[in-house]
């Protein structure tokens, strides 16, 4: 959504610069100078500058404009519907794994989420799941984005999830940093919806535990002790590099997020940076072993700093577990 707030703002400017140097030209009074209405133009105003120019009969006959400006707004309404479907194209991407279970279950894992708009109050996201059939959604983290904390467009998904199945939840990296009244009253409401939270807590059913470890813990959990070998163990959790962690606690299959694809997935390569800022991480997307121990690392669907997603369509997982 950044990006598309800033096309918005600075394509808007351009053409109200266009206009208005238009008008000072007709006045002739005290002009916009040329490179600053190209530098506009430059930075992602091309189509604003290109209807000003147009609409106002501007600059239209003058190389510098006539020639650059056309050339950049076709540029630039080709990187923009490249981006949409990089940003916007759901895939669904289907794991299996076997951890003994006398009844097969399907989860649905929704990660790094990032207020990312998918149709009218998220409907698109949520047909997609609910063609799943799943018998429980789990939340990974990062359903809001600090960089731009709009509460609303979360709990529209989390209202339309609740209607389908059980919803777990585990909180991510900006949920920690997005303390306050606003992230406790989101939560309340979450809650209220029915939304289970399992925070450094865990549940458990006659065939297996479904624990979470809130994002805030990872680096000094102890709120349960290790599991032992009665029962399948699923696991919670937002940041795949703590596999160690989850493994130390008897986890059997862990659903992460964070790593958002590396972002850009490079053909052959992989993903080119995490959060972290490790350049071609190992681990971005995909299900791993670990000594025994599935991890499935979501794509998750919506961006943060980096508005744009390279060969790397949002993911919504499906888990059957057998």
């Known amino acids: 959504m950044l990006l598309v707030y800033y096309l918005i703002a600075v394509n808007l400017t351009a053409f109200i610069l266009y206009g208005y140097d238009k008008s000072m030209a007709r006045m002739d009074r005290r002009r916009i100078p040329e490179k600053t209405l190209l530098f506009w133009a ?29 050339i950049l707004t076709a540029l630039e309404i080709a990187i923009i519907i490249f981006s949409l479907i990089g940003n916007y194209h759901l895939t669904v991407t289907e794991y299996e794994a076997s951890l003994g279970l006398e009844n097969d279950i399907t989860v649905i894992q929704i990660s790094d989420l ?81 939304v289970i939270f399992l925070d450094d807590t865990y549940i458990e059913t006659d065939e297996y535990i479904l624990a979470g470890i809130g994002d805030a813990s990872l680096n000094s959990f102890n709120a349960y002790a290790p599991f032992d070998d009665s029962k399948p163990v699923i696991m919670l959790a937002h940041e795949p590099q703590y596999h160690d962690l989850y493994q130390s606690l008897g986890a059997d299959l862990v659903l992460t997020g964070h790593y958002h694809g590396g972002q850009i997935i490079i053909p052959n390569v992989g993903g080119l940076v995490s959060p972290e800022f490790e350049i071609l991480p190992k681990l971005y997307e995909g299900i791993h072993d670990f000594d025994g121990m599935k991890l499935v690392l979501s794509r998750g669907l919506g961006n943060s700093v980096l508005p744009v997603r390279i060969n790397n369509y949002p993911e919504i997982v499906v888990v059957k577990v057998s």
């Not at 930075?43 to 056309?70: D, E, Y």
């Not at 919803?167 to 997005?178: I, K, S």
């Open 114 to 194: 990032h207020n990312q708009i998918f149709g009218i109050n998220e409907s698109a996201l949520l047909s997609k799941i609910k063609k799943q059939n799943p018998d429980m959604i789990v939340i990974t983290g990062d359903i809001v984005d600090k960089t731009h904390p709009s509460y609303s467009i979360a709990l529209s998904f989390v209202k339309g999830a609740v209607k389908i199945c059980p919803v777990y939840y585990v909180t991510g990296n900006h949920e920690a940093w997005m303390k306050g009244a606003k992230l406790d009253s989101f939560f309340d409401d979450m809650r209220d919806l029915g």
């Open 42 to 70: 430059w930075i992602g105003g091309s189509i604003g500058a290109f209807l000003g120019m147009r609409l106002f009969h501007h600059k239209t006959l003058k190389p510098k404009f006539a020639i650059p400006v056309p």
